[in-house]
T-cell receptor, first 114, second 114 residues
Framework: TQLLEQSPQFLSIQEGENLTVYCNSSSVFSSLQWYRQEPGEGPVLLVTVVTGGEVKKLKRLTFQFGDARKDSSLHITAAQPGDTGLYLCAGDTRNNNAGNMLTFGGGTRLMVKP | ETGVTQTPRHLVMGMTNKKSLKCEQHLGHNAMYWYKQSAKKPLELMFVYSLEERVENNSVPSRFSPECPNSSHLFLHLHTLQPEDSALYLC?????????????FGPGTRLTVT
Protein backbone atom coordinates (compact mmCIF):
# COMPACT_ATOMS: atom_id res chain seq x y z
CA THR A 1 0.00 0.00 0.00
CA GLN A 2 1.37 3.38 -0.96
CA LEU A 3 0.98 6.15 1.56
CA LEU A 4 1.32 9.87 1.23
CA GLU A 5 1.77 11.77 4.46
CA GLN A 6 0.94 15.44 4.56
CA SER A 7 2.04 17.86 7.23
CA PRO A 8 0.86 19.81 8.98
CA GLN A 9 -2.72 18.56 9.18
CA PHE A 10 -4.00 21.95 10.33
CA LEU A 11 -2.57 25.42 9.94
CA SER A 12 -4.03 28.71 11.11
CA ILE A 13 -2.10 31.84 10.21
CA GLN A 14 -2.56 35.57 9.82
CA GLU A 15 -2.91 37.27 6.46
CA GLY A 16 0.49 38.14 5.02
CA GLU A 17 2.39 35.24 6.56
CA ASN A 18 4.24 32.59 4.58
CA LEU A 19 3.68 28.85 4.94
CA THR A 20 4.91 25.51 3.60
CA VAL A 21 2.96 22.26 3.32
CA TYR A 22 4.82 18.98 2.92
CA CYS A 23 3.87 15.75 1.21
CA ASN A 24 6.09 12.72 1.80
CA SER A 25 6.15 9.10 0.76
CA SER A 26 8.50 6.15 0.62
CA SER A 27 7.16 5.37 -2.86
CA VAL A 28 8.17 6.84 -6.20
CA PHE A 29 5.43 8.48 -8.22
CA SER A 30 5.31 9.12 -11.95
CA SER A 31 3.75 12.50 -11.18
CA LEU A 32 2.34 14.38 -8.23
CA GLN A 33 -0.60 16.71 -8.17
CA TRP A 34 -1.79 19.35 -5.75
CA TYR A 35 -5.46 20.10 -5.32
CA ARG A 36 -7.40 22.66 -3.28
CA GLN A 37 -10.86 21.83 -1.97
CA GLU A 38 -13.40 24.22 -0.49
CA PRO A 39 -16.32 23.14 1.71
CA GLY A 40 -19.12 21.50 -0.25
CA GLU A 41 -17.07 21.23 -3.42
CA GLY A 42 -14.79 18.74 -5.12
CA PRO A 43 -11.00 19.15 -5.28
CA VAL A 44 -9.73 21.56 -7.91
CA LEU A 45 -6.40 20.85 -9.56
CA LEU A 46 -3.70 23.44 -8.90
CA VAL A 47 -0.61 21.92 -10.50
CA THR A 48 1.01 18.72 -11.72
CA VAL A 49 4.74 18.10 -11.28
CA VAL A 50 6.39 15.35 -13.26
CA THR A 51 10.17 15.71 -13.29
CA GLY A 52 12.33 15.14 -10.21
CA GLY A 53 13.54 18.49 -8.88
CA GLU A 54 10.89 20.39 -10.83
CA VAL A 55 9.70 23.73 -9.46
CA LYS A 56 6.48 25.35 -10.64
CA LYS A 57 5.07 28.72 -9.66
CA LEU A 58 1.46 29.77 -9.71
CA LYS A 59 1.28 33.41 -8.58
CA ARG A 60 2.06 33.27 -4.85
CA LEU A 61 2.20 29.46 -4.78
CA THR A 62 5.46 27.56 -5.39
CA PHE A 63 5.42 23.80 -5.88
CA GLN A 64 8.47 21.58 -5.75
CA PHE A 65 8.88 17.90 -6.62
CA GLY A 66 11.69 16.06 -4.85
CA ASP A 67 14.67 14.83 -6.83
CA ALA A 68 13.69 11.21 -6.15
CA ARG A 69 10.02 11.89 -6.96
CA LYS A 70 8.93 10.72 -3.51
CA ASP A 71 8.05 14.02 -1.91
CA SER A 72 6.74 17.46 -2.69
CA SER A 73 6.14 20.80 -1.05
CA LEU A 74 3.79 23.71 -1.51
CA HIS A 75 4.91 27.14 -0.37
CA ILE A 76 2.52 30.07 -0.17
CA THR A 77 3.92 33.58 0.08
CA ALA A 78 1.95 36.37 1.75
CA ALA A 79 -1.13 34.22 2.38
CA GLN A 80 -4.55 35.76 1.89
CA PRO A 81 -7.97 34.79 3.30
CA GLY A 82 -8.90 33.52 -0.15
CA ASP A 83 -6.21 30.83 0.24
CA THR A 84 -8.26 29.20 2.99
CA GLY A 85 -9.18 25.61 2.15
CA LEU A 86 -8.09 21.97 2.21
CA TYR A 87 -4.90 21.31 0.28
CA LEU A 88 -4.43 17.78 -1.01
CA CYS A 89 -1.46 16.15 -2.62
CA ALA A 90 -1.94 13.08 -4.79
CA GLY A 91 0.66 10.75 -6.26
CA ASP A 92 0.05 9.08 -9.57
CA THR A 93 0.98 5.47 -10.16
CA ARG A 94 0.16 4.95 -13.76
CA ASN A 95 -1.71 1.76 -14.48
CA ASN A 96 -0.52 0.36 -17.76
CA ASN A 97 -3.88 -1.21 -18.38
CA ALA A 98 -6.06 1.82 -17.95
CA GLY A 99 -6.69 4.82 -15.80
CA ASN A 100 -4.27 6.69 -13.60
CA MET A 101 -4.41 5.68 -9.97
CA LEU A 102 -4.14 8.55 -7.52
CA THR A 103 -3.10 8.03 -3.92
CA PHE A 104 -4.16 11.01 -1.83
CA GLY A 105 -2.56 12.44 1.24
CA GLY A 106 -4.65 13.20 4.31
CA GLY A 107 -4.79 16.90 3.47
CA THR A 108 -3.74 20.14 5.14
CA ARG A 109 -6.55 22.35 6.32
CA LEU A 110 -5.42 25.96 6.03
CA MET A 111 -7.16 28.95 7.56
CA VAL A 112 -5.90 32.43 6.83
CA LYS A 113 -7.30 35.06 9.16
CA PRO A 114 -7.68 38.66 8.00
CA GLU B 1 -23.08 22.23 -18.51
CA THR B 2 -19.31 22.15 -18.24
CA GLY B 3 -16.81 20.01 -16.39
CA VAL B 4 -18.05 17.19 -14.18
CA THR B 5 -21.53 17.31 -12.70
CA GLN B 6 -23.02 15.14 -9.97
CA THR B 7 -26.59 14.62 -8.81
CA PRO B 8 -28.01 14.75 -6.29
CA ARG B 9 -25.79 17.11 -4.29
CA HIS B 10 -27.28 15.88 -1.02
CA LEU B 11 -28.95 12.58 -0.17
CA VAL B 12 -30.40 11.20 3.04
CA MET B 13 -31.39 7.54 2.97
CA GLY B 14 -32.36 4.82 5.37
CA MET B 15 -30.44 1.59 5.62
CA THR B 16 -33.08 -0.34 3.70
CA ASN B 17 -33.41 2.12 0.81
CA LYS B 18 -32.04 1.81 -2.71
CA LYS B 19 -30.72 4.92 -4.40
CA SER B 20 -28.36 5.87 -7.20
CA LEU B 21 -25.76 8.61 -7.59
CA LYS B 22 -25.20 10.04 -11.04
CA CYS B 23 -22.11 11.59 -12.59
CA GLU B 24 -21.70 13.16 -16.02
CA GLN B 25 -18.54 14.54 -17.57
CA HIS B 26 -18.56 17.07 -20.40
CA LEU B 27 -14.81 17.02 -21.03
CA GLY B 28 -14.55 14.27 -23.63
CA HIS B 29 -12.55 12.08 -21.27
CA ASN B 30 -12.34 8.30 -21.49
CA ALA B 31 -11.83 7.36 -17.83
CA MET B 32 -14.10 7.94 -14.82
CA TYR B 33 -13.68 7.33 -11.12
CA TRP B 34 -15.64 7.09 -7.87
CA TYR B 35 -14.01 8.26 -4.64
CA LYS B 36 -15.21 8.28 -1.03
CA GLN B 37 -14.20 11.16 1.23
CA SER B 38 -14.80 10.67 4.96
CA ALA B 39 -14.02 13.13 7.70
CA LYS B 40 -11.21 11.12 9.22
CA LYS B 41 -9.64 9.42 6.20
CA PRO B 42 -7.85 10.44 3.00
CA LEU B 43 -9.76 10.31 -0.25
CA GLU B 44 -10.32 6.64 -1.08
CA LEU B 45 -10.51 5.35 -4.64
CA MET B 46 -13.51 3.04 -5.02
CA PHE B 47 -13.87 2.27 -8.73
CA VAL B 48 -12.11 3.08 -11.98
CA TYR B 49 -13.59 2.79 -15.45
CA SER B 50 -11.58 3.23 -18.60
CA LEU B 51 -13.25 3.00 -22.00
CA GLU B 52 -16.37 1.92 -20.11
CA GLU B 53 -14.70 -1.15 -18.63
CA ARG B 54 -14.08 -1.48 -14.92
CA VAL B 55 -10.37 -1.82 -14.23
CA GLU B 56 -10.12 -1.27 -10.47
CA ASN B 57 -12.22 -2.23 -7.49
CA ASN B 58 -10.44 -1.58 -4.23
CA SER B 59 -12.31 -4.22 -2.24
CA VAL B 60 -15.42 -2.12 -2.00
CA PRO B 61 -18.42 -3.80 -0.30
CA SER B 62 -21.01 -5.22 -2.67
CA ARG B 63 -23.65 -2.82 -1.33
CA PHE B 64 -21.97 -0.33 -3.71
CA SER B 65 -22.51 -1.20 -7.35
CA PRO B 66 -21.07 0.96 -10.16
CA GLU B 67 -22.37 1.25 -13.69
CA CYS B 68 -20.76 2.99 -16.66
CA PRO B 69 -23.10 2.89 -19.68
CA ASN B 70 -20.86 5.15 -21.80
CA SER B 71 -17.74 7.26 -21.43
CA SER B 72 -19.71 10.32 -20.30
CA HIS B 73 -21.88 8.79 -17.59
CA LEU B 74 -21.16 6.97 -14.37
CA PHE B 75 -23.56 5.71 -11.72
CA LEU B 76 -23.14 4.39 -8.21
CA HIS B 77 -26.06 2.22 -7.09
CA LEU B 78 -26.55 2.00 -3.35
CA HIS B 79 -28.52 -0.55 -1.33
CA THR B 80 -28.67 -1.62 2.30
CA LEU B 81 -26.03 0.88 3.33
CA GLN B 82 -24.63 1.30 6.82
CA PRO B 83 -24.32 4.54 8.84
CA GLU B 84 -20.53 4.38 8.40
CA ASP B 85 -21.09 4.78 4.65
CA SER B 86 -22.09 8.39 5.27
CA ALA B 87 -19.52 10.49 3.40
CA LEU B 88 -18.92 12.77 0.43
CA TYR B 89 -18.88 10.70 -2.77
CA LEU B 90 -16.82 12.28 -5.50
CA CYS B 91 -16.75 11.49 -9.18
CA UNK B 92 -13.77 12.35 -11.36
CA UNK B 93 -12.74 11.96 -14.98
CA UNK B 94 -9.48 11.98 -16.89
CA UNK B 95 -8.09 11.38 -20.32
CA UNK B 96 -6.25 8.10 -20.16
CA UNK B 97 -3.23 8.57 -22.39
CA UNK B 98 0.53 8.93 -22.10
CA UNK B 99 1.51 12.30 -20.68
CA UNK B 100 -1.94 13.03 -19.26
CA UNK B 101 -2.09 12.96 -15.47
CA UNK B 102 -4.85 15.22 -14.27
CA UNK B 103 -8.19 14.19 -12.86
CA UNK B 104 -11.10 16.59 -12.78
CA PHE B 105 -13.58 16.26 -9.94
CA GLY B 106 -17.27 16.91 -9.63
CA PRO B 107 -18.74 18.76 -6.61
CA GLY B 108 -19.69 15.51 -4.88
CA THR B 109 -22.81 14.02 -3.32
CA ARG B 110 -23.07 14.40 0.45
CA LEU B 111 -24.63 11.13 1.58
CA THR B 112 -26.13 10.58 5.03
CA VAL B 113 -27.30 7.09 5.98
CA THR B 114 -29.76 7.03 8.88
Amino acid sequence: TQLLEQSPQFLSIQEGENLTVYCNSSSVFSSLQWYRQEPGEGPVLLVTVVTGGEVKKLKRLTFQFGDARKDSSLHITAAQPGDTGLYLCAGDTRNNNAGNMLTFGGGTRLMVKP
Amino acid sequence: ETGVTQTPRHLVMGMTNKKSLKCEQHLGHNAMYWYKQSAKKPLELMFVYSLEERVENNSVPSRFSPECPNSSHLFLHLHTLQPEDSALYLCASSQDQAGSYEQYFGPGTRLTVT
